[in-house]
């Protein structure tokens, strides 16, 4: 955690953080828990489904990693 920080606080000061993208992750780690539980409980029911929805955007991403590596 202290290496964390550290390093964290090194880039800061050296201005090599993208600051729009940071406050992009850190709403995104506050608001997404409070989505992902409704939707959760809404799958458990439906697993396949879950895994089918979670098996295509491991093969879109995948696909995308593909084809910038190519491009």
Do not use: H
Request: hydrophobic share 60%; charged share 10%; no cysteine.
């Amino acid at each position: 955690m202290l290496f964390g920080t550290a390093t964290s606080a090194s880039y800061a000061l050296s201005g090599l953080v993208d600051w729009p993208v940071f406050a992009a992750l850190v709403v995104g780690g506050a608001f997404g828990p409070l989505a992902g539980g409704p939707v959760s409980k809404m799958l458990a029911s439906r697993a396949a489904i879950a895994r089918r929805a979670f098996a295509l955007m491991v093969l879109v991403t995948a696909a995308y990693v593909a084809f910038r590596s190519l491009a």
